[in-house]
């Protein structure tokens, strides 16, 4: 197993676990007897899970935090050490997108999405990542996306950032070899949990926009990701009919790709 062993000491720390996939990644670690340390913007919400994983008897934290923020972000391993706690599981989940085309973009919309997507993602790795390989055990789950295989018009930065999600977790997977350290990118497809919503879709266009055989459940996402993470695997895509489409995108002629995705994609339409 390459997931460390639970104790009283150590943590999973899941960003973005306020709802949707993060949130159950949180509850698929503590099912697991991990103690979670839960990190995103909405204190309300993590409290709320927090209070339902301690049912299951695993110690549970609430850091609320915006990962947006360099100081924040730069304060987390600060407060977890003050908890008395070690994180040995670091899962950066949280992320968001903007809609529509750059030059119709709002730069500081682009540049937050940036910031969460990828910025936190290097910040949190080479801030927890040196403790990890000191004590000789730990495992990073970074959440990309089927995205990550195919450039994405309308989605451009999104699409863009979780390409380089995908490629930093790969390199630093191979960097941990034996250090009884472990890094695995998950890439989940569509999935229902308001995402697309927060970044201007309608659930309508969402929903039309890919072929319901495709779309996951948070619930099957998480467990991927986590089974994939405890299984060493540098990359895990839930679903068949994803793991299908995201290799076909990879290999697929991008001349004749991008146009096909461009006159499909909701965010391009007048």
Partial sequence: MALPRPAPDRTALVTGASSGIGAEIARNLAQRGHGVTLVARREDQLRELADELATTGVRTEVLPT???????????????QDLGLEVDILVNNAGLSTLGPIHRSDPDAEMRMIEVNVMAVID?????????????RGAVLNVASTAAFQPLPG??????????VLSYTRAIGGELKGTGVVA????PGPVDTGFGEAAGFSHEDATNALPAFMWETAVAVAECGVD???????VAIPGSANRISAMAAHLFPKQLLVP?????????RD
């Fill in 228 to 234: 994939a993470l405890a299984a060493g695997r540098p």
């Fill in 124 to 136: 949190l790795c080479s801030r927890f990542l040196p403790g990890m390989v000191e004590r000789g």
């Fill in 66 to 80: 915006d990962l947006a923020e360099r100081s924040a972000r730069a304060a987390l391993p600060g407060r977890v």
């Fill in 155 to 164: 989605q451009a930065g999104y699409g863009g950032s979780k390409a380089f």
């Fill in 184 to 187: 695995t990118a998950l890439c």
């Fill in 260 to 268: 096909l995705v461009a006159g499909r994609h909701p965010g391009l």
